[in-house]
């Protein structure tokens, strides 16, 4: 009889837990479906393009490595 008790919270746990994946899986699927319409649209394309302009910039000399040839 004491297997009872055990198997019943089991049994409640497994419930709990389809339950859990069931609505992760309805939550996954509105928000695919969102950004699909989203993308359709052009909005979600619209607000993640980003212009990369080049630099005038000159690259940073490499550090002075000079020092190094004191410890050979």
Same mark, same amino acid.
């Given at each position: 009889?004491?297997? &009872?008790?055990?198997?019943? #919270? $089991?049994? +409640? #746990?497994?419930?709990? =837990?389809?339950? /859990? =994946?069931?609505? %992760? =899986?309805? %939550? %996954?699927?509105?928000?695919? +479906?969102?950004?699909?319409?989203?993308? &359709?649209?052009?909005?979600? $394309? %619209?607000? /993640? &393009? +980003?212009? =990369? /302009?080049?630099?005038?910039?000159?690259?940073?000399?490499?550090?002075?490595? +000079?020092?190094?040839?004191?410890?050979?």
């Amino acid at each position: 009889m004491s297997n &009872k008790p055990s198997q019943n #919270r $089991l049994e +409640t #746990r497994d419930q709990l =837990i389809e339950g /859990a =994946i069931e609505e %992760a =899986i309805e %939550a %996954a699927d509105l928000f695919l +479906t969102s950004l699909e319409e989203q993308i &359709k649209q052009g909005s979600f $394309l %619209a607000s /993640a &393009k +980003t212009e =990369i /302009a080049p630099s005038d910039e000159q690259p940073l000399p490499l550090e002075d490595d +000079t020092f190094l040839t004191d410890w050979f």
